[in-house]
């Protein structure tokens, strides 16, 4: 199911590429819906899932 959003696609990439000219992180507002764009370099990537040091001993 789609619906029309008040936004089109052309002014959203115009906002997302002027964003990034200036240096910024868009944050654009859909209805009650907040998307904020993060720069890759700035990304947080998901780590491989498994022990992080399984042969190291942590004491606390």
Known sequence: MTRQLDLTQRQVKAIC???KRAGYAPII???KV???LIPEEHAILA??????????DIRL
């Open 17 to 19: 590429e002027g964003a």
């Open 29 to 31: 507002q859909v209805g």
């Open 34 to 36: 907040f998307v904020r």
């Open 47 to 56: 780590q491989a899932a498994g022990p992080i040091d399984a042969d190291e």
